[in-house]
């Protein structure tokens, strides 16, 4: 999925506030190399940068390395698909916030991210978890089937696991989990219910003309508002799966 960058940074701000927590369990320390994977727009990577800590920020989408290297020009950013990434036991950790979840392909993302650590390196890792957005999904494939879409399932882009499907394959891929933790994080819609579709459910459309969105817009938010709409306005049913991983020590 081709992302806005511009569009990111102004109003969906609350996807890396939210990774400041994340933080705190990666504890950075000076002189340490870090790989921020799905870096976006950088801001994360410059936290971990100013804790004194070596970091590289590497994500699939140019447009948001761009915006990251204007962001902080110091940093090194780089373009690079999570599943072939080209380092080999080079980072003492490997950082990635609401990112993975985009990548069905986890096996080969775990392996990629597991081959980036030295032995005794360490992955602290956030992603949608098992029923993230399920009210939010739900909506919209109720829309799609009263559009005439008969399957909308197949449209769904994301990858959300449960707790021991994900701490499975990290461990296949060498890596020891030490923490593991599934959670409700009830997240208001500053620009709306449409925008958070816009912003992240582009591919759920892509079975509809461009005359069918607003129709579809207006039976999203119908089929939402009992779960998602409170007096405050709309709030997002995420629900988060936060991992901390040790790879194994050479023998």
């Not at 699939?60 to 072939?84: I, K, T, W, Y």
């Not at 081959?115 to 399920?134: A, F, H, Q």
């Not at 923490?179 to 579709?197: C, E, K, S």
């Amino acid at each position: 999925m081709a992302w806005n960058a511009a569009q990111y940074e102004a109003g969906y701000s609350f996807v890396w506030q939210y990774g400041r927590d994340l933080l705190g369990l990666l504890a950075p320390r000076a002189g340490e190399r870090i790989l921020d994977v799905g870096c976006g727009t950088g801001q994360l990577t410059a936290e971990i940068a100013a804790a004194g800590a070596v970091v590289t920020g590497i994500d699939s989408s140019e447009a948001m390395v761009e915006q990251a290297r204007r962001n902080a020009p110091g940093l090194d950013f780089e373009v690079h698909d999570v599943c072939r990434l080209p380092y080999r036991e080079e980072f003492d950790a490997v950082f990635s916030n609401a990112v993975l979840h985009w990548v069905p392909q986890a096996e080969e993302a775990a392996a990629a991210m597991a081959r980036s650590l030295k032995p005794g390196g360490r992955l602290v890792v956030e992603l949608g978890g098992r029923g993230n957005v399920r009210a939010l999904v739900s909506a919209s494939d109720r829309a799609l089937r009263e559009l005439g879409v008969a399957d909308p399932e197949r449209y769904h882009p994301w990858y959300y696991p449960s707790v021991s499907e994900y701490t499975s394959i990290l461990e296949r891929s060498g890596l020891e989990v030490t923490f593991a933790a599934l959670f409700d994080r009830p997240t208001p819609l500053d620009h709306g219910l449409a925008g958070w579709y816009e912003m992240f459910g582009k591919r759920l459309v892509e079975g509809l003309s461009p005359e069918q969105l607003p129709e579809y817009y207006r039976l999203v938010e119908r089929f939402a508002s009992e779960k998602l709409r409170s007096e405050k306005g709309w709030v997002a049913d995420y629900r988060r799966l936060r991992v901390v991983a040790i790879r194994c020590q050479a023998t």
